[in-house]
Nanobody, 119 residues
């Protein structure tokens, strides 16, 4: 079983920055064996995957955040981070941390953390 807890969201002006954190609790497999991702869901829209870091440290981003967002992980602390710079109103969403073992994303979701970009 894996549990995640997201934090770090808030209200920020366009062009500002936020750093999201995800604390992961694992009970069966080591944290390092999980691919980690950040999803987001804006009101009235489908949930989308914005950043992924796999067990080898390889990273992928959605085109909409490339060059602005940076995902990182700390296997010792069992933490995943999402540094978000140059934020836009279109980035407003609830952000969720997720885990993937092999090719399967977890079926359970954390509470998420709200990010609102507005002047």
């Amino acid at each position: 079983q894996v549990q995640v807890a997201e934090s770090g969201g808030g209200l920020v002006q366009p062009g500002g920055s936020l750093r999201l954190s995800c604390s992961v609790t694992v009970s069966v497999r080591p944290f390092s064996t999980y691919t980690m991702g950040w999803y987001r869901q804006a009101p009235g829209k489908q949930r989308e995957l914005v950043a992924v870091v796999n067990t080898a440290g390889q990273i992928n981003y959605a085109d909409s955040v490339k060059g602005r967002f940076t995902i990182s992980r700390d296997n010792n602390k069992k933490m995943v981070y999402l540094q978000m710079n140059s934020l836009k109103p279109a980035d407003t969403a609830v952000y969720y941390c997720q885990t993937r073992y092999g090719s399967t994303w977890s079926a359970s979701w954390g509470q998420g953390t709200q990010v609102t970009v507005s002047s």
